[in-house]
């Protein structure tokens, strides 16, 4: 079956500007979870949908935002890009909640300049 | 002091040799997980385990709960190894929610 899609791969974005990602998750499963991952921090968790719910949200703020829609599909929103914000955003999905194995995207590469 | 940590940070193999990643962690967990990440970026989970030892292929992971420990070891290892080695855990109490990870241990296996 297909795996954990998500588009696009590499985004630049300018200071100020927002931004929007998605990723589709394998078909059937409900959890979608969202990090960040930079050289200076590692990966950071952002947050987690199922079923179109915010089930856990990490420590960032409220510039970042997602949404989850009917059909499993997640986008995740960051509004006025700060220069911080360059990083590897991977998504993962999983049947039920990331307690079971979970399948990671090959991530959206984001430079803000 | 971050709540999961790796070691070692960097581990450079001859072609065959065992190798043992490390991962302790200083909170409760429900789960934990091993992940690989290629240079390309995308991650690969390999194990996610609560008790005891998995076995796949040249791959075994451990954990110890009381101990709060885990450890990934690879058998007779291979050039296609070398990759980023992540350990994960799943805390459903902190404040992080979701998965909290560890720095990674970055391996190179030399032919």
């Known amino acids: 079956k297909a795996g954990v899609t998500q588009t696009p791969r590499y985004l630049i974005k300018t200071r100020g500007q927002q931004v929007t990602l998605s990723c589709s998750p394998i078909?059937?499963?409900?959890?979608v979870s969202w990090y960040q991952q930079t050289p200076g921090q590692g990966l950071q968790f952002l947050f987690e949908y199922f079923s179109e719910t915010q089930r856990n949200k990490g420590n960032f703020p409220g510039r970042f935002s997602g949404r989850q829609f009917s059909n499993s599909r997640s986008e995740m929103n960051v509004s006025t890009l700060e220069l911080g914000d360059s990083a590897l955003y991977l998504c993962?999905?999983?049947?039920?909640?990331?307690?079971?194995?979970?399948?990671f995207g090959q991530g959206t590469r984001l430079t803000v300049v | 002091k971050n709540e999961v940590e790796q070691s070692p940070q960097n581990l450079t193999a001859q072609e065959g040799e065992f190798i043992t990643i490390n991962c302790s962690y200083s909170?409760?967990?429900?789960?934990l997980h091993w992940l690989q990440q290629h240079p390309g970026g995308g991650i690969v989970s390999l194990f996610m385990l609560s008790s005891g030892k998995k076995k796949h292929g040249r791959l075994i992971a451990t954990i110890n709960i009381q101990e709060k420990h885990s450890s990934l070891h690879i058998t007779a290892s291979h050039p296609r190894d070398s990759a980023v080695y992540i350990c994960a855990v799943l805390n459903y109490g902190g404040s992080q929610g979701n998965l909290i990870f560890g720095k990674g241990t970055k391996l190179s296996v030399k032919p």
């Open positions: 909170v409760g967990i429900s789960a």
């Open positions: 993962a999905s999983s049947f039920f909640t990331v307690n079971t194995e979970a399948f």
């Open positions: 078909s059937g499963h409900r959890s």
